[in-house]
């Protein structure tokens, strides 16, 4: 499919040396999970947080300005008024045993820089991708591929996205091919509870594979 030329090398991919985090792990006994929702620029990752959260999310979005123009990809998200400038913050108990801190990424460039902090004891990621503009996620992917978070691909459709076969998705992203990819609608609470579902279920599946290999 049309990757808008933007060339991911193919997986699989190893972490810059020295860049990973300790690996996490999810135990059987844990509570409280730092969980980031990472994506492009206007994804759907404030939405998310917010259509997801147990509490009333915090924001931190302010009016976009005349300078995106021509720096952001635009195409799809012209209606787009606000952007986040720091973090997203949300709550969501999944049972009585697992509760997860949401952390939404800044997803324009000039505020990539704050990914690395954001980032710091994230169990796992969801990365967010629009299927119009597949490049403006790739950054996020990298992102979590260097800072060794573990992710699920969400695929956030759009009404006017065209829909793609899963495969040909997962080639045009590089992602490794055990790195569940799920469409979704981050304006709906069911829908996004979905997307953190599969990603625990993934965390839970990476964990025991590991074990076993101990
Ligand atoms: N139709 C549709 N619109 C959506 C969906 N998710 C988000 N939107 C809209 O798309 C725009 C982008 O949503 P945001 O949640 O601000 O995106 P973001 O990824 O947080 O954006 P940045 O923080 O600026 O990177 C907003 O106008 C939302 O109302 C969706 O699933 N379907
Ligand atoms: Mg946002």
């Not at 193919?10 to 990472?38: D, I, Y």
């Not at 259509?51 to 799809?76: C, F, K, M, R």
Request: glycine share 8%.
């Amino acid at each position: 499919m049309d990757s808008n030329g933007f060339d991911r090398p193919a997986f699989p991919r190893t972490a810059a040396p020295g860049t990973a985090a300790p690996a996490a792990s999810l135990h059987a006994e844990s509570r409280s999970v730092k969980v980031m929702v990472a994506g492009g620029f206007g994804t759907g990752k404030t939405t998310m947080v917010g259509s997801v959260s147990d509490i009333a999310p915090l924001t931190t979005e302010e009016t976009l300005t005349q300078a995106s123009v021509g720096v952001d990809d635009l195409v799809g998200v012209a209606d787009k008024r606000s952007t986040t400038v720091s973090l997203d913050f949300g709550r969501i108990s999944l049972n009585e045993q697992l509760v997860l801190y949401l952390f939404g990424t800044p997803g324009q460039e000039r505020f990539w820089f704050l990914w690395n902090g954001l980032c710091k004891g994230a169990l796992g990621a969801v990365v967010l991708v629009d299927t119009r503009r597949l490049r403006s996620s790739f950054r996020a992917i990298e992102e979590m591929e260097r800072l060794d978070v573990p992710f699920v691909i969400a695929l956030n459709v759009f009404p006017d996205a065209k829909r793609h076969p899963l495969d040909e998705v997962r080639e045009a992203l590089a992602v490794s091919p055990r790195t569940p990819i799920i469409s979704c609608d981050a304006r709906d609470r069911l829908s996004s509870r979905t997307v953190l579902i599969a990603l625990i279920r993934h965390l839970k599946e990476r964990s025991a594979a590991a074990g076993e290999h101990r």
